[in-house]
C-alpha cells in the first residue's frame, strides 16, 4: 500500500502547471536532528519534499523547472558511498534519483553551490518555503546574491520570491484515492492499538506499559512509528492536553486518556479514548462521558460540502456548553455563555485539525477571511473534550479530576462523510464490554 511513482509525477507535473511562467520552485529536505552527543533522532523525511517524489534521504534538494529542456525535475542529493553505506545504509545516489525515483536530472549534493545557481539565473520567480529551515534560506539568499553581484556581467536574477507552500499545501489538502486508502489503514491500525490497550488495562499499570501495548500493535501491523507523542494520561494527568510523561502508576476509580496514532507510510492517524482503568464508569464519569460523546456526534453529523470548517466546532461548543448547564458545572443562559467564552474553562480547544502527512495537516481554514467550505477528499480530526481540573474549587469535589476526549479520523465525501477510525469502540456499555470480556 503505496503512493505510485505515477502519482508523485502527477504531483509534480500539477504544481507546475500551478506556477508562473519562467520560474523555479525549491523544496529542501528536513535536517537530521541531534539526539544526544553522536546519536540522532530517527530520521523523518520533510512532508512537502515526501509529498513530491517519495524521496526519504537527508542532505536532499528537490528543484522542478516548468520548460526546461534537458528536464523539469531536478535532484541533488548525497552520491553513493561504499564506506559510509557500511555504516549508515543505502543511498540512492544521483543515479537512483533518477532510475528510483523519477528524476529527470540529478547531481550530487556537494555540488549544489555550482549548478543550482546557474539553473535559478535567468529565472523571472523563485517559488521557495522562507522561513521554514534558516540555514536552507541563508543559502539560498547566498545564491541569488551571487547572482545578483554579477548583474553587470549580463546575469539575469530572479525578480520576485513566491511562496510555495500556499500552492502546494492546497494540493495537499485534497487526498487522493491512494491516499485516502493509506490513512483508512492507519486508522483502522491505529483503532486496534486502542483496543488493545483496553484490553489490557487494569489498577496499577503504568501509563508508559500502556504506551508499550500501543506501539507493538503499531509495530506488529507494519507501521512502524507512532505519528506524534502518544499521551497516556490516568486521574487527572487526562486534565493536561499535551500530557506525554506518561510515567504515572493508574489507579482504581479514574479514567485514562490515551491519545495515540499510528504513521502509515507517511501518512498520520489521530485518535484519542477515553475508558476506566477498572472497566467501569462511575455515574459522575459516564454522565461527563455521555456528553462528549453526544457532541462528537452533532459535529460528526455536520460534516458535509458546503458546511464551512467552523460549523462542527460551533455545534460541539453548543452541545457541550448545555450540557455542563444540565449538570450544574455551569450556571446561566446557554446563549451567554457561549458569547463570553465561559465553556473554555471545560472546553479550552478547537474542535479538529485538518489530518495527513502531518498529524496537524498543512491547508488553509480560512479563506479572504471567512471560514473554509468543507470539500470531498479533506481529512479531519473530530475531537471534543471536557477537563475538570483537580483544583477547580468552582465545581463540586465529585467532578474535579476528569479529562475526556474523544477523537475519530472524518473524511469529506462526496455526499457527506466516512468515519474512518470506527474500529474501536466509542459508547460506554461498548467499552466496558471490551474491558471485561
Not at 508562473?20 to 523544496?27: L, R
Not at 558511498?81 to 537512483?96: K, N, Q, S, T, V
Not at 511562496?163 to 486496534?192: P, V
Request: aromatic share 8%; glycine share 8%.
Amino acid at each position: 500500500m503505496k503512493i505510485t511513482r505515477q502519482e508523485y509525477a502527477r504531483r509534480r507535473k500539477a504544481l507546475m502547471e500551478l506556477m508562473e511562467p519562467d520560474s523555479i520552485a525549491i523544496v529542501a529536505s528536513a535536517p537530521e536532528r541531534l539526539r544526544s552527543r553522536d546519536t540522532d533522532y530517527p530520521y523523518r523525511q520533510d512532508s512537502d519534499l515526501h509529498y513530491l517524489s517519495g524521496f526519504d534521504e537527508p542532505s536532499a534538494v528537490l528543484v522542478l523547472i516548468p520548460g526546461r529542456e534537458h528536464g523539469e525535475y531536478v535532484v541533488f542529493c548525497r552520491e553513493r558511498d561504499a564506506e559510509r553505506e557500511i555504516w549508515d545504509g543505502h543511498r540512492a545516489g544521483p543515479e537512483g534519483a533518477c532510475r528510483d525515483y523519477g528524476a529527470d536530472d540529478a547531481f550530487p549534493i556537494d555540488d549544489i553551490d555550482d549548478i543550482l545557481p546557474g539553473l535559478i539565473e535567468g529565472r523571472e520567480r523563485v517559488y521557495y518555503a522562507m522561513g521554514k529551515d534558516r540555514d536552507f534560506d541563508v543559502q539560498v539568499m547566498g545564491w541569488i546574491n551571487a547572482i545578483r553581484a554579477k548583474v553587470r556581467s549580463g546575469a539575469h536574477p530572479p525578480g520576485e520570491f513566491l511562496d510555495l507552500s500556499h500552492f502546494l499545501h492546497d494540493m495537499r489538502l485534497f487526498k487522493s484515492a491512494a491516499e485516502q486508502r493509506i490513512m483508512r489503514e492507519a486508522g483502522a491500525i491505529s483503532a486496534r492499538a486502542h483496543c488493545r490497550a483496553m484490553r489490557f488495562c487494569e489498577p496499577g499499570v503504568m501509563e508508559y506499559q500502556l504506551e508499550a501495548e500501543i506501539l507493538h500493535e503499531f509495530a506488529m501491523a507494519g507501521a512502524r512509528h507512532p505519528a506524534y507523542n502518544t499521551i497516556v494520561g490516568g486521574g487527572k494527568n487526562g486534565c493536561i492536553l499535551h500530557y506525554i510523561d506518561n510515567k504515572d502508576a493508574l489507579r482504581n476509580g479514574d479514567l485514562v486518556l490515551i491519545d495515540a496514532g499510528c504513521e502509515l507510510e507517511y501518512y498520520a492517524a489521530d485518535i484519542t479514548r477515553t475508558f476506566p482503568v477498572n472497566g467501569r464508569f462511575t455515574p459522575e464519569q459516564r454522565s461527563l462521558y455521555e456528553l462528549v460523546l453526544s457532541a462528537q456526534q452533532a459535529a460528526i453529523d455536520v460534516i458535509k460540502p458546503g458546511s464551512h470548517w467552523n460549523l462542527p466546532h460551533e455545534m460541539s461548543v453548543e452541545v457541550l456548553t448545555r450540557g455542563l448547564v444540565d449538570l450544574g458545572l455551569l450556571s446561566g443562559s446557554v446563549e451567554e455563555l457561549i458569547e463570553t467564552g465561559a465553556y473554555r474553562t471545560f472546553y479550552m480547544h478547537r474542535v479538529g485539525h485538518w489530518l495527513g502527512l502531518d498529524v496537524h495537516d498543512v491547508g488553509d481554514y480560512k479563506i479572504d477571511g471567512q471560514w473554509r467550505a468543507l470539500e470531498p477528499g479533506m481529512v479531519m480530526t473530530v475531537e471534543p473534550g471536557l477537563y475538570i481540573a483537580p483544583d477547580n474549587e468552582q465545581v463540586a469535589k465529585k467532578w474535579r479530576g476528569i479529562g475526556i476526549r474523544i477523537e475519530d479520523n472524518v473524511l469529506v465525501t462526496k455526499d457527506g462523510c466516512e468515519v474512518l477510525t470506527t474500529g474501536v469502540p466509542k459508547h460506554p456499555d461498548d467499552i466496558e464490554a471490551l474491558m471485561n470480556s
